[in-house]
T-cell receptor, first 114, second 113 residues
Framework: GDSVTQMEGPVTLSEEAFLTINCTYTATGYPSLFWYVQYPGEGLQLLLKATKADDKGSNKGFEATYRKETTSFHLEKGSVQVSDSAVYFCALSDRRTGANNLFFGTGTRLTVIP | GAVVSQHPSRVICKSGTSVKIECRSLDFQATTMFWYRQFPKQSLMLMATSNEGSKATYEQGVEKDKFLINHASLTLSTLTVTSAHPEDSSFYIC?????????FGSGTQLSVL
């Protein structure tokens, strides 16, 4: 079945450091891939997405490229800020089952220190 | 963007009691809402799809008699964990769909003693 494996946290970085959070997936169909972010006390928000192979999603300085050959969708940011401290979830939806059913990873907590 | 409000954010209860969690769409109407749960160190998993005015659709392995879902209006869905036990302790989160986008509540951490 469909699943997402995400890098375990927590991750602690200094401000302006480079961030990578690994995410790999298993899917039998043609999934769309997502990164969601949950800031303290708030709901999950869509950060970025990619719907087909080689697509790059980007938002707020974060990027992730849909790599079919390695079944990966790693999240990267060149220079993190304290305000990026949050929990990040990788997810996929399979067009066969519809966009309603999102398969999530475990979430990775990021803390950025000044 | 759209806002989904979920309450309570944290609840501690005794074994055998029932707990109700509310999920409201504040500035849009949601005919469909979703309930997820996340056990420690595990993935966020879809439990059920809540449809306004009709019965919820439960995922395989989720007991519908234990996790009662009511979606009586276009802005409110409730999840009641009946006769809660320690193994029900988990993080529960709801989401609501507007057009083709999903908006999430901030989650409820349930601890059953």
């Amino acid at each position: 079945g469909d699943s997402v494996t995400q890098m375990e946290g927590p991750v602690t970085l200094s401000e302006e450091a480079f961030l990578t959070i690994n995410c790999t997936y298993t899917a039998t169909g043609y999934p769309s891939l997502f990164w969601y972010v949950q800031y303290p006390g708030e709901g999950l928000q869509l950060l970025l997405k990619a719907t087909k192979a080689d697509d790059k999603g980007s938002n707020k300085g974060f990027e992730a490229t849909y790599r079919k050959e390695t079944t990966s969708f790693h999240l990267e940011k060149g220079s993190v800020q304290v305000s990026d401290s949050a929990v990040y979830f990788c997810a996929l939806s399979d067009r066969r089952t519809g966009a309603n059913n999102l398969f999530f990873g475990t979430g990775t907590r990021l803390t950025v220190i000044p | 963007g759209a806002v989904v409000s979920q309450h309570p954010s944290r609840v501690i209860c005794k074994s055998g009691t029932s707990v109700k969690i509310e999920c409201r769409s504040l500035d849009f109407q949601a005919t469909t809402m979703f309930w997820y749960r996340q056990f420690p160190k595990q993935s966020l998993m879809l439990m059920a799809t809540s449809n306004e005015g009709s019965k919820a659709t439960y995922e395989q392995g989720v007991e519908k008699d234990k996790f009662l879902i009511n979606h009586a209006s276009l802005t409110l869905s409730t999840l009641t964990v009946t006769s809660a036990h320690p193994e029900d302790s988990s993080f529960y989160i709801c989401s609501a769909r507007e057009d083709e986008k999903l908006f999430f509540g901030s989650g409820t951490q349930l601890s059953v003693l």
